[in-house]
């Protein structure tokens, strides 16, 4: 009679964390400073804010992979025909850009 034994020694690997970047423009392309960016995730609950830097620019790091976002753009002197984006995070994501009407 044989025996035999199986074990399951393959790890779990968590995903690196990833970031999220853009820029928030006027139709001529100068950056818009001070665009309050809000990220929600939507699978936690858990919202995080940014503000552009002078160029417009914005960055969000250390977001968990595989969940749903939706990110959404404000300012108080500008607007923004499509000011929300939803998305599904799986590697960095650039080029998220919201330009104002």
Known sequence: IA???FRNTASTTTAAP???SGRVS?????GIG???MTLMNASTGETFYALT???GYYTFEGMPVADFYILS???KR????DEQRAFTLENDLTGVDFIAN
Not at 26 to 30: L, N, Q, Y
Not at 78 to 81: G, I, K, L, Q
């Open 78 to 81: 500008y607007s923004f025909s």
């Open 26 to 30: 006027t139709a001529d392309g100068t």
């Open 3 to 5: 025996y035999c034994t």
């Open 34 to 36: 001070n665009a309050r």
């Open 18 to 20: 990833a970031s999220i």
């Open 53 to 55: 830097n002078a160029f």
């Open 73 to 75: 753009v404000g300012h």
